[in-house]
Each structure stands twice: as structure tokens, then as C-alpha cells.
């Protein structure tokens, strides 16, 4: 197939002459989520990695199960993630080998201004939830699986409710079209504060609770086995790792600020 | 609430800062779906041409399905492309997922069946009009393909425009084999979705407006050309 053969060289030359412009002394392709790509973290933290290392960091920016999809498939040479038991479960899997905890934040529920469940009112999050439900207010949630919507489900299931209904809508959608559409419908929805506070198309959403450690987000990195894709850079993958754990990647992270506001508190065990 | 007015002055502003990040966006952009638009036509032009001249069992099937393609949803084709170019898939030792390259591929074929499928259409009309003459002429149908390829020009002219249209409007396809990385494979499209995520309204529209606006500069710069051409041709 002279012809075929022909297109693949000619893409090839055009794919060298593109990536040109984009090469770098190295660099790691890191499959995120985009609740730490929106809020804008990942611009305050990667250049001073980038500075000291002179390794430039690629974020692609995906929902927590895609991000483990991506790594599976040997798409990707570092992990970011918001869902613990996802993570260990990977880490079990033999797919990485080892996991760290980097930084929290915290989920909030933000709905209607007006209340109609009256969850400003509730005592814990499992009550605000069982609220939303018995009034059966028009709730958005994510439906995407990633960390915020496998965080929701698991709070559902502790309020004792099985979410269905014409109230209950499940987007299939990022964090930020989600918030969007639930400016537009005047839904109640479950959303990580550091979305939420870099979000500007608010329109009637208000934040209604927080403060419950069960809305507790944990990030962890995890180091890929280097067993199941040898291509990849882990060992630049692993001075990242390393650097986010390190005191100068945690002073990093907690100088981040939106709004005048903290969103990630560093708590990586050393 | 962003109102038009406030997406234009963004996008007014965003123009005349010359703004750095913006730039980037749109030199990728323009890259990525020129070529994609050159290589398509490469080899869709020869293709459409040849549909139409030569009578082969299952040539039907072929028309209709290269006509069915032209709906093909981009987010298949970048599926397609993705799995194809994914480290676990068949062609993953190139290391093309997440840079410009696989974009390029993915829009060549979102594009490639609009442009055969269109020149079949054109050729095949043009032919039937010129049989006779070439006959006479005693060329061979191989040799048919240039010549009336060359003749159909000006309608060809506006079958390309109709795929870098395709090309550069789509969103579902670069977002997933791009990956939409910062300053390597973001392009308007993916920077509208990914402003429009962070309900930046007015920003994610203020590019959507100067994406148009460059869209419509190059059809411009395409009907000046055929324009001009013509006239002089009498």
C-alpha cells in the first residue's frame, strides 16, 4: 500500500514540524482532574517544579475514572487524583506502586438561594442530603464517575436514600457544566469548594453547607508501576511525585490562593 | 449574566491586546487545521474523482457509505483515533496521543469523506458534460482525473472551504486526543469549552467570536482568490 505509506510519512513530517514547537529539555503528560485544572492550581504550582527540575508538566484534565483509564492504557506518566479508595484499589491492582497523600479540600453543597429544602438548617451532611430528597428539590449531580460524583453517591447511600426521580438529574458532565446547569435550573448540587469559589456564572447558587468532615476531598499522587508500561518517563514522573510531597511543592500549594482564598491544604505525611 | 455586548468587548479586547496566550491558541488552531485540510484534500480530491469516473461492483455501496461518513460525530472519530493511538493500542509505540499530530489525524478523518464525497458529486456532474470531448480526445481515465479536477476548481474551491469549516469548528475529537494541555494542543475550541466550564462566560464567547471572525477572513481570502481567477479567466 504505497499510498497509505505515503500519508503516514507525510503526517509524520507535519507531526515533526508541529511538536517542534513544543519540545522541552523533558516533559510528563499528568492525567488530573478538572476540579484542580479550573480553579487554576496547577498554573500557580507547576512553573516553580518547572523552574527547579526544568521538567515541563502536561495536564490533561479529566474526570477521576477517565484519569485512571488514561494510566491504564499507558497514556499518561503521572496521576493525580481525588477518590482514595479508587486509588488503593489501583495501587492493589498492581498498576501503581505506590500512593501519597498530597492535600485536601472540601466538598460544599451550593443550591438555590431561597432555600427550598432548607439544608442551611441541617445539622451534618447526610441530613442536608435526606433534605434535598424528602422535598424532592431538583438536585444536579455530576453522573460522570469521577472523585466528586463517586463522593456524592457514597453520601446518598450513608443519608439512606436511593437517588431517583425526576428531581434527581445526572448530568454526565464536568464540575463546571454541571454548576452551569445547575445556575440554570436552580438545582441544588454538590461541587469542590475550589470550583465553586473560581466559578462566575453563579446567578441565584448560593453556598448553603459545608464544614462536615464527611465533605472531606483528599488528593493522592500515585507513582505508576514502571512494570506495566516501561515507556514511560517514571523517573521524571517520580521527581514529581517527590516534589509535591517535598516541603517546597506544600509551601507551594498552600500559597495558592483564589479570590483572596486558600483552597488546598497541603497534608502529605513526611 | 454575559450579555453580547460584553462577550464583543471581550473579544474586541482580546484582539487588540494581542494578546500572547491568545496568539498561541490561534497559530495552533490554524496549524492544525490547515494541514488536516491539505492532507485530506490530498488524498480526497483523487478519491472523489475517481469515484466518479470509474463503474466497479459495490460502487453504490461506497457512495453511500462515504456520504453516510460525512455525519460521522467527532467524538467517534476521536474515540477512534484515540484507541488507535493510544500506547495500548495498535500504533501507540509513535507516542501521537496528546500532541498536535493526533489532532491532525482525527480531523483528516472527520474531513477526508465530506471532501471525497462532494468531489465525487462534482466531478461525476462535470463528466457526464464533457464525456464526449475527452473521448474524442482519447484520454484514458486516469488521465481524465487532473484535468477535470482542474476544471471543477472553483467548486472544489468551496468543497475545501466546507471541510476546514468542519475542521476548524469541531470540538469533540481535539478535546479527546488533545487532551487540551496548556500551550501544546489547546486550540479555540477546547479553550471556549474549557472557559465555558469555569463559567467564563463572556471570555468563552469573546473567543467563539474570534474564532468566527477568523473563519470568516479566510472564506473571504478564498472568494477574493476565486474571484479574481475567474474574471481573468474570462
Known amino acids: ?270 | 449574566m454575559p450579555t453580547a455586548d460584553n462577550a464583543f468587548a471581550t473579544a474586541l479586547r482580546l484582539v487588540l491586546n494581542l494578546d500572547p496566550a491568545l496568539r498561541e491558541i490561534v497559530a495552533l488552531s490554524l496549524q492544525i487545521s490547515l494541514s488536516a485540510v491539505a492532507l485530506a484534500a490530498l488524498v480526497a480530491l483523487p478519491l472523489g474523482a475517481a469515484l466518479a469516473l470509474w463503474r466497479f461492483p459495490g460502487r453504490g455501496a461506497v457512495i453511500v457509505v462515504l456520504n453516510a461518513l460525512m455525519g460521522l460525530p467527532p467524538v467517534v472519530a476521536g474515540l477512534t483515533v484515540y484507541l488507535l493511538l493510544s500506547r495500548a493500542g495498535p500504533l501507540g509505540q509513535f507516542g501521537l496521543l496528546f500532541t498536535p499530530s493526533a489532532m491532525v489525524v482525527a480531523q483528516v478523518l472527520l474531513i477526508l469523506p465530506i471532501i471525497a464525497a462532494l468531489t465525487r458529486q462534482q466531478v461525476e456532474e462535470l463528466h457526464a458534460e464533457y464525456r464526449e470531448q475527452l473521448q474524442s480526445l482519447g484520454l484514458s481515465r486516469l488521465r481524465r482525473i487532473p484535468t477535470l479536477l482542474w476544471d471543477a476548481r472553483f467548486g472544489l474551491m468551496t468543497v475545501i472551504l466546507a471541510g476546514f469549516g468542519r475542521a476548524s469548528a469541531e470540538v469533540g475529537a481535539v478535546m479527546i486526543v488533545g487532551g487540551n494541555i496548556d500551550g501544546v494542543t489547546r486550540v479555540m475550541t477546547t479553550a471556549i469549552v474549557l472557559e465555558t466550564s469555569k463559567g467564563n462566560l463572556p471570555l468563552a464567547l469573546g473567543l467563539g467570536l474570534v474564532l468566527l471572525a477568523l473563519v470568516t477572513l479566510i472564506n473571504g481570502a478564498a472568494y477574493v482568490v476565486g474571484e479574481t481567477a475567474r474574471r481573468r479567466l474570462g
Open chain 1, 1 to 270: 500500500m504505497p499510498k497509505a505509506g505515503l500519508i503516514l510519512a507525510a503526517l509524520g513530517l507535519m507531526g515533526l514540524s508541529l511538536n517542534a514547537t513544543a519540545q522541552s529539555v523533558g516533559h510528563i503528560t499528568l492525567a488530573s482532574t478538572t476540579s484542580t485544572e479550573n480553579s487554576g492550581l496547577f498554573d500557580a504550582i507547576i512553573p516553580a517544579f518547572t523552574e527547579a527540575t526544568g521538567i515541563e508538566v502536561r495536564v490533561v484534565a479529566v474526570g477521576t475514572g477517565q484519569a485512571f483509564e488514561i494510566a491504564r492504557r499507558g497514556d499518561a506518566d503521572a496521576l493525580l487524583v481525588h477518590d482514595t479508595r479508587g486509588e488503593e484499589q489501583f495501587v492493589a491492582d498492581g498498576w501503581a506502586s505506590e500512593r501519597a497523600d498530597v492535600m485536601v479540600n472540601d466538598f460544599v453543597v451550593v443550591g438555590p438561594d431561597d432555600d427550598p429544602a432548607g439544608i442551611r438548617e441541617a445539622a451534618d451532611v447526610t441530613e442536608a442530603f435526606a433534605r434535598i430528597a424528602e422535598a424532592q428539590a431538583s438536585f444536579a449531580s455530576r453522573g460522570d464517575d469521577s472523585g466528586t460524583h463517586r463522593a456524592e453517591l457514597r453520601l446518598w447511600e450513608s443519608a439512606g436514600v436511593e437517588p431517583d426521580g425526576a428531581w434527581y438529574r445526572e448530568l454526565g458532565s464536568g464540575m463546571g457544566p454541571t454548576l452551569n446547569t445547575a445556575a440554570a435550573m436552580d438545582a441544588y448540587v454538590m461541587a469542590d469548594r475550589a470550583t465553586w469559589v473560581a466559578f462566575d456564572n453563579r446567578q441565584n447558587l448560593a453556598l448553603l453547607f459545608e464544614g462536615d468532615e464527611a465533605l472531606f476531598n483528599q488528593y493522592g499522587s500515585l507513582l505508576l508501576d514502571p512494570g506495566r508500561h516501561p515507556h514511560l518517563k517514571h523517573d521524571l514522573a517520580e521527581r514529581w511525585h517527590r516534589w509535591l510531597l517535598s516541603e517546597e511543592g506544600q509551601r507551594a500549594i498552600a500559597g495558592f490562593e483564589v479570590k483572596g482564598q486558600q483552597l488546598f491544604f497541603p497534608n502529605a505525611s513526611r
